[in-house]
Structure formats: structure tokens, C-alpha cells
């Protein structure tokens, strides 16, 4: 394996796929749309190597490796959406039990409030801690 192909993995993500090859063809663009083809199959076969089988199966089947990244891109926004809306749920209406310590369930707030954050959502802890003091102070009544 030369030093060029292995650098040439790449160039079905980086270049859209070079015109159909024709009798009339140069042999530099035959061996460029030879490269693109092979860098395509293999990026192919690594991304869904990688990539989980329960999200595999939703994608739609495509033969293009730069689709198939903006694919597994829009898939991952929208389970990135549903997560956040989950996990404000499970903020928004977890309950102070006595099971465990108080601390414990900061730090479990805690925990969950970073999750949200490294999804790309801004909230405040502190507000969320008032709401739950609030909550509980008025159901005790």
C-alpha cells in the first residue's frame, strides 16, 4: 500500500464524487475516480463499523460516505433533543425522598444539570434548587 492511498482515505468525505469515467476519460481523471471510489467503500465500511447497530438500522441505506456522515449527523441531533427533554423531566420532577442524603441528591441534580449542559443547553442549578425548596416548603404545609 503506497503512502498516497493511505492519504487518500479522506477523499470521498472531502470531495463531492467525481464525474462517471468515460472512454474519453484521461487516465488522471480514471485513477482519481478509481481513488475516490475505493476511499468511499472503505469509509463506508469503517463509519458503520463504528457507528451503533440501533442507530444503523434507523438510517435510510445510502452508498455515499459524506452522505452517510450528515445522516448519522441529523440522526444524533434529534436523540440529542429527546435526551435533554428527558433528562429535564427527570430534573423538573425528582423528589427529595430521605432515601439518601441530601447531598447525594445535590450531587444527582448536579450530575444530571452537566449532562444537559454538554448537550448544548443552559440552565441554572441554583434556580432549579429554589424551585425544589419552593415545591417541597409549600407541600409540607
Not at 7 to 13: G, P, R, V
Not at 76 to 94: E, I, N, P, R, Y
Not at 117 to 128: A, Q
Amino acid at each position: 500500500m503506497s503512502k498516497s492511498s493511505v492519504l487518500d482515505l479522506d477523499l470521498a468525505i472531502l470531495e463531492e464524487k467525481p464525474a462517471t469515467i468515460i472512454d474519453a476519460s484521461s487516465n488522471e481523471e480514471k485513477a482519481h475516480y478509481k481513488a475516490w471510489e475505493r476511499s468511499n467503500r472503505l469509509s463506508l465500511i469503517f463509519m458503520r463499523m463504528a457507528v451503533a447497530n440501533n442507530i444503523k438500522t434507523t438510517l435510510p441505506k445510502t452508498d455515499n460516505a459524506k452522505e452517510f456522515i450528515g445522516l448519522v449527523g441529523e440522526h444524533s441531533q434529534t436523540a440529542d433533543k429527546s435526551l435533554v427533554g428527558t433528562l429535564m423531566s427527570t430534573l423538573t420532577t425528582m423528589k427529595f425522598d430521605g432515601s439518601h442524603t441530601m447531598h447525594e441528591h445535590a450531587i444527582e441534580m448536579t450530575n444530571i444539570v452537566a449532562r444537559i449542559k454538554t448537550l448544548g443547553m443552559r440552565i441554572s442549578l441554583f434556580s432549579l434548587f429554589q424551585t425544589h425548596y419552593h415545591r417541597s416548603m409549600t407541600r409540607s404545609k
